[in-house]
Nanobody, 117 residues
């Protein structure tokens, strides 16, 4: 059974930082593109950051320069370091893994990030 579990969310003040982590079981991250997505109430799901199997990274315009995505294939984890957080970053953050071979996707259950003073 494949499972992705996010952790690290919480409440933080504007300008603060959080680090999210996603751990996988039942699947290897080798040959998977990995990503973080978020969805705020009343808004569409938004791509935050991706880290491809080949080592390239792509960031959403709203978070570019503030967030950093990293991966560790040996530990089957992908993380998202979030700095200079803004209230607009408040959302549920989801981990995504997509096989480059089969194109099959897996999603985590999400972790809440709230940025408020």
């Amino acid at each position: 059974q494949v499972q992705l579990v996010e952790s690290g969310g919480g409440l933080v003040q504007p300008g603060g930082s959080l680090r999210l982590s996603c751990a996988a079981s039942g699947v290897s991250f080798r040959f998977y593109n990995l990503g973080w997505y978020r969805q705020a109430p009343g808004k569409e799901r938004e791509m935050v950051a991706t880290f491809t199997y080949s080592g390239t990274t792509v960031y959403g315009e709203a978070v570019k320069g503030r967030f950093t995505v990293n991966r560790d294939n040996a530990d089957n984890t992908v993380s998202l370091q979030m700095n200079s957080l803004k209230p607009e970053d408040t959302a549920v953050y989801y981990c995504n893994a997509r096989s480059i071979i089969t194109l099959r996707e897996y999603w985590g259950q999400g972790t809440q990030v709230t940025v408020s003073s």
